[in-house]
């Protein structure tokens, strides 16, 4: 199937210091790009993969899982650090677990980790129905488009495919157990209304990570798709200067090259 118009993976060779953007379940680089052009124009290298069974139409992501996603982001981290003295790892939603996770296997590969309301569980009875209504209901009801920004759309699927939600499911309890290896600095960015992933998640992470350098920022204008929404500035402000940070050179070529 082609690829859905906007939902193309976004690749930019910049500088030794690179970043790794991961998107989220049911939804496709669209929802990052701003993000990943932002730190491309101030000379990071970039990448910002397609995960299998996304951004063409649902059925597609029916024949994915897991194990699928996190190949797709731990291929593009290698080929990051084949190029790159330091990089770091970040995502939205399931996209943060995934960054989470590449951060946890990783170790001193991964310079440090940005999360966008990452999700840590699949709550409520629905989820301990999956192993079984999978079976009899190939879909659901989408989780796309929790904007609060008048005219900002996010490109996903409208219908959530159970068998990867499942899939899905066992990915976050893997990444959950995994946390205490999450020894880099953190900054974690989470939507004070968040219609997808509640308050809960982003706690839990906090809770379980064993960095020590840890910035928590509030989003007071913004619902889930903060990427998209109206602290979407704030994001990559506050991300590149965490780079920053941790690579003292970041920005500097690239805000000449852009003047």
Not at 157 to 163: A, G, K, M, Q, T
Not at 242 to 255: C, D, H, M, N, Y
Request: glycine share 8%; net charge negative; proline share 7%.
């Amino acid at each position: 199937m082609p690829v859905l118009p906007g939902a193309e993976p976004f690749r930019h060779d910049g500088g030794e210091v690179g970043v790794l953007l991961c998107h989220g379940f049911t939804g496709s680089p669209q929802s990052l790009r701003p993000w990943a052009e932002h730190h491309a124009a101030h000379g990071l290298s970039v990448a910002l993969p397609l995960l299998p069974g996304h951004g063409t139409r649902w059925q597609d992501m029916q024949l994915t899982a897991w194990q699928d996603w996190y190949a797709e982001v731990d291929r593009e981290l290698r080929l990051l650090r084949e190029r790159c003295r330091l990089v770091c790892v970040a995502g939205l939603s399931m996209g943060g677990a995934l960054a989470l996770r590449l951060a946890a296997r990783h170790g001193e590969a991964v310079a440090g980790v940005v999360a966008v309301n990452p999700v840590n569980r699949m709550p409520g009875l629905a989820a301990h129905a999956l192993p079984v209504a999978r079976h009899l209901v190939p879909s659901v009801k989408g989780i796309t488009d929790d904007i609060a920004k008048p005219g900002a759309t996010e490109l996903g699927y409208d219908r959530v495919p159970l068998h990867a939600a499942h899939s899905l499911r066992n990915f976050l309890r893997l990444v959950d157990g995994e946390l205490p290896q999450v020894t880099q600095p953190l900054l974690l960015l989470r939507s004070a209304r968040d219609h997808v992933v509640p308050a809960a998640d982003p706690a839990r992470v906090l809770s379980r990570v064993s960095s020590t350098d840890v910035t928590e920022v509030v989003l007071e204008q913004s619902y889930h798709v903060a990427t998209l929404d109206h602290d979407a500035d704030r994001i990559f402000e506050e991300s590149l200067a965490f780079i920053g940070r941790l690579a003292p050179s970041v920005g500097k070529e690239g805000t000449a090259a852009v003047g």
